[in-house]
């Protein structure tokens, strides 16, 4: 194993529900496997009626303390991973988080392999199925195969995860700096489908993402937890991943429709008030800028974690709001000239659409931008 792995703190978050024929095992051979690292192994049990929680506790107290437990009420398999690496960063200082099944699907050695590729520059090091090398157990019939190939395809295409092979992959070692980054602990997806949610935003935290080949073996023991309402949910929840993507986008949308009717309904004001038109334009463009700035400030980027102040915030708006106007009034002048005759509230409209394209690419990637990409 690369040695600058060797400097960091590891800590294998597994979710368990009626794992007790499997948690023993499991934890012999983890900790055998990487008892010399700075680790912890976190198990997260959520009301197993098999007796799971009291194996790990009787693993922790006599076999090795650096098996830990925490336990809940079972919200499905996002929720526990959520609690989890919430609890590894935040409780036990992690570094590095590797998620992964507790039946055995993942093998525990391969674990190795996704650390290496961490320690050699990657954020996320995904244990694939789907590159070249990687393989999937010959007991999965053609109809599972079929599904897993489909559910990976529709992440891919709806759920912008382009590039990626194994987009539903629950076997990662993932950089907990980025992981904070993701803003984990406010996914909402509680099924499966949060493997695609979380490598969605760590996708678009800037991670660097690399796939290993690993061989996904049938379970031995117990029984699967992947029934019908984990696929009715996988597919609509890609759906809505989707939809929330562009929802940043949607919402600038909607305050830039509200800073239309400002800036129509101030215009006519000023006409019908007998201020001229010249004069009337730059006045309703710079009243329309005002009200965007105050709305897109509290909800359209409001989530956004920024280092810069308000007052900087607003120095940047101010200069893409003059950029802004100037694109806006010139359009308004040019249209004033060759369709004289025309209603001018019409040329100002002609002036807005334009206007407002350049108001959200650079307030977007400038005025708003997140913390992670100024830091």
């Known amino acids: 194993m690369n040695k600058e792995i060797r400097d960091v703190r590891i800590c294998f978050v597994i979710p368990t529900y009626n794992e007790a024929l499997n948690i023993n095992p499991l934890l012999s051979r983890l900790t055998e496997l990487y008892g010399d690292l700075d680790v912890a192994f976190l198990i997260v049990d959520d009301e197993s009626p098999d007796g799971t929680a009291h194996l790990v506790r009787e693993f922790m107290e006599k076999v090795d303390g650096r098996v830990r437990l925490i336990q809940g009420k079972r919200r499905g398999l996002g ?48 244990g694939s199925r789907y590159v070249a090398g990687g393989s999937l157990d010959e007991r999965w019939h053609a109809g599972r195969r079929l599904l897993s190939r489909w559910g990976n395809r529709l992440a891919r295409w709806i759920g912008g995860l382009k590039g990626i092979s194994d987009c539903t992959a629950g076997f990662k070692a993932i950089r907990a700096e980025k992981l904070r980054e993701a803003k984990i602990e406010s996914v909402q997806a509680r099924g499966y489908v949060f ?17 290993e080949p690993i061989h996904f073996r049938e379970r031995e023991r117990g029984e699967t937890k992947l029934g019908m309402l984990n696929m009715l949910e996988f597919f609509f929840s890609v759906l809505l991943l989707r939809l929330r ?39 309703a463009i710079l009243a329309s800028i005002i009200s965007n700035f105050l709305m897109n400030n509290h909800w359209t980027f409001g989530d956004r974690a920024m280092t810069s102040r308000r007052s900087v915030r607003g120095f940047k708006f101010m200069i893409v709001s003059m950029t802004t106007l100037l694109l806006s009034y010139t359009v308004f002048v040019v249209l004033s000239m060759l369709f004289p005759k025309v209603l001018p509230v019409l040329l100002q409209a002609g002036g807005i659409a334009p206007g407002a394209l350049l108001n959200y690419y650079l307030n977007s990637r400038w005025t708003f931008r997140e913390a992670s990409r100024e830091e």
């Open 79 to 126: 929720d526990a991973y959520v609690r989890g690496m919430t609890h590894a960063i935040d409780t036990l200082g992690a570094d590095v988080i590797v998620q992964m099944d507790a039946d055995f699907s993942h093998d525990p050695a391969a674990a190795g392999r996704l650390l290496d590729r961490i320690a050699g520059g990657a954020d996320v090091a995904i």
């Open 195 to 211: 493997q695609v949610d979380l490598l969605h935003r760590l996708i678009n935290c800037g991670a660097r993402v690399v796939e």
């Open 245 to 283: 993507s562009h929802l940043t986008f949607v919402k600038f949308s909607l305050v830039g429709t509200c800073g239309v009717f400002v800036n129509l309904g101030s215009f006519s004001l000023l006409i019908e008030l007998g201020l001229n038109k010249f004069l009337a334009s730059p006045t």
